[in-house]
């Protein structure tokens, strides 16, 4: 362990060299151009270059220098920072070009299998920051899967599960990989009925996602569902909560009419999604919320089907 850490820090340490001559270059040349420009730091400890507080853009031999780190350490102290790091950089669009181009993207990735949860959310949030690139999501697609099962079986309303779950929704947001996803939709939901609001909020961007595809409304009302589900549509739901469960039943509605399907009204078994909508007991709640106090709510319920 004593060796990890020493390559570590050597390692670390070569990023910190670099870093120094291109702060003197950008301080040098700001000088010139009358101090306009990207403001770098002049030289600061290794410490602070991977400890998350480094807030200026790195560029990118400091960038391959924090993903040699990351790819050769195994040691958890060591690998939070660079991922902390690089996961702030990745906010900026260019870098999330250059991290890509630098093969970072599966270097990253590989943490997520981390048992350390810190770990495996700094992972998670550098690839959440990164998948805002279109391009960048044909790579991530790889760890679909794997971010599906851990939003499942991870700590409830934990952080890294918060982590998976946005990134989960930057990958939904186009229609290019939300397939991957169709056998966890009834994993979904059940993280959906049992966590708490802000966890809510997260899957049910998700499911709005998913449900503006027309590809998609099969797997979402065939989807098991507990009929506790159908408590989210009371009047005295948190609004940021109700306005997307109606926007997700006013978006599969959508996606029937377009296919026709709202006429030949198809029927799923007892315990789907389907079931759930178009059965009596929602339409109630529906007519009750007609009623709502909050114009916004009212609103979203006048674009439902007549109940």
Known sequence: MGDARAVGWVATGLVLGAGACYCIYKLTRGQRQGGRGLRLRPSRSTEDLTNGSYDDVLNID?????????????DA?????????????????????????????PIIGSKINNPNHSIKEKALNALNNLSVNVDNQVKIKAYISQVCKDVRSGPLDSAVQLAGLRLLTNMTVTNDHQHMLSKYITDLFHVLLTGNGSTKVQVLKR???????PAMADGLLGAQVDSSFL???????????????????????????KEGCLAIQPSFPKGFLFFLLYGEECAQKMRALAEHHDADVKEKVTVLPKF
Not at 62 to 74: T, V, W
């Open 231 to 257: 408590s989210l549509y009371d009047s005295h739901v948190a609004k940021e909560i109700l306005l997307r469960v109606l926007t997700l039943s006013q978006n599969i509605n959508n996606c029937l009419e």
């Open 62 to 74: 400091q960038l391959q220098k924090l993903l040699y780190l990351l790819e050769s350490i195994d």
């Open 207 to 213: 499911l709005m996602n998913l449900s503006e595809n």
């Open 77 to 105: 102290v060591i690998t939070e920072r660079p991922l902390v790091t690089l996961g702030n950089n990745a906010a900026f669009s260019a870098n999330q070009v250059i991290i890509c181009e630098l093969c970072g993207i």
